[in-house]
């Protein structure tokens, strides 16, 4: 996801959180009586609410929310859902004689069936290439049983990392590593 769509996504959100806040507040301060909510209220026109349907521009209002709000709800859509993915970039080694393409996410796959087979409380390593933020991300997510020996996995996180990084050698390309522990059996 990129910055500008998650400070967007964020937005969204604080606005109808805030929006949601304030409609349970405001009915709260109705249901208990408080003063400034019943002056607020009986300042409310209903009547004139009720008419406004009646108005010639009030259809065109609607049909205008409707077809912004269409809008603005499947650009929100494909740009969340977009895949970011990436899989093979191009080596520095590459020349004008020839271009050695790397396939960054067999590469990614590799690292995980290596830590999966060095750590017996390991139970799966998952593996996702893909753009956060504009920047190339390798993310594994390392699902282990309780009781791993985190001192045990972080050498071998390291050693691989530092695979990874000889087998790509000057690509451009962060790392991050997750670890899910299951919870202990009572």
Not at 32 to 45: F, L, R, S, V
Request: glycine share 6%.
């Amino acid at each position: 996801m990129s910055r500008g769509l998650a400070t967007v996504d964020r937005i969204i959100v604080l606005l109808v959180g805030l929006l949601a806040l304030a409609g349970g507040a405001w009915f709260l301060a109705l249901h208990y009586n408080c003063p400034p909510a019943q002056e607020w209220n009986q300042k409310i026109d209903s009547a004139a609410i009720g008419r406004v349907p009646e108005n010639n521009w009030y259809l065109y209002l609607l049909i205008g929310i409707v077809v912004l709000s269409a809008i603005i709800g499947l650009w929100l859509i494909i740009a969340n859902i977009r895949p970011r993915g990436f899989s093979r970039v191009k080596s520095s080694a590459s020349t004008s004689e020839g271009t050695i393409g790397l396939n960054i996410s067999k590469i990614a796959e590799a690292i995980s069936r290596t830590v999966e087979h060095k750590i017996s409380r390991v139970e799966s390593v998952n593996e996702k290439v893909a753009f956060d933020r504009n920047r190339p991300t390798v993310r594994w997510t390392i699902n282990a049983q309780p009781g791993i020996r985190i001192d045990e996995l972080a050498a071998v996180l390291e050693q691989s990392e530092q695979d990874f990084r000889e087998a790509i050698r000057d690509i451009d390309v962060d790392t991050t590593y997750r670890l899910h522990v299951q919870p202990v059996e009572r």
